[in-house]
């Protein structure tokens, strides 16, 4: 599996921004995709997935701010990212989990929130 992610880059406090990432190759079995993020110093940490079935879960720290989201026939994942903070500062990762085999990771997107 390959995976692109893109979107990133500099917006101001409370502004939005979009990241997506595609994914290519071997995506059958793929149950859960991911956003993840790290910012400097920090470890990474889950941002929001998504599963087949569409259940979704959020970092409490993001919950009503972002919104994961997934188009099946681009097999493209999306995190839409609105009244961004400072502390949303971080290099952003898709993942993707497939049954059995295990986890997949996007080479990373960097979002900086100035204030």
């Known amino acids: 599996v390959q995976l692109q992610a893109f979107g990133g880059g500099l917006v101001q406090a409370g502004g939005s921004l979009r990241l997506s990432c595609a994914a290519s190759g071997a995506i059958r079995g793929i149950n859960l995709w991911g956003w993840y993020r790290q910012a400097p110093g920090k470890e990474r940490e889950l941002v929001a997935t998504?599963?087949?079935?569409?259940?979704?879960n959020y970092a409490d720290s993001v919950k009503g701010r972002f919104t994961i989201a997934r188009d099946i026939r681009r097999n493209t994942l999306y995190l839409r990212m609105n009244s961004t903070k400072p502390e949303d500062t971080a290099t952003y990762y898709c993942a993707v989990n497939r049954l059995g085999i295990g986890k997949y990771w996007g080479q990373g997107t960097l979002v900086t929130v100035s204030s």
């Open positions: 998504i599963t087949a079935g569409g259940h979704l």
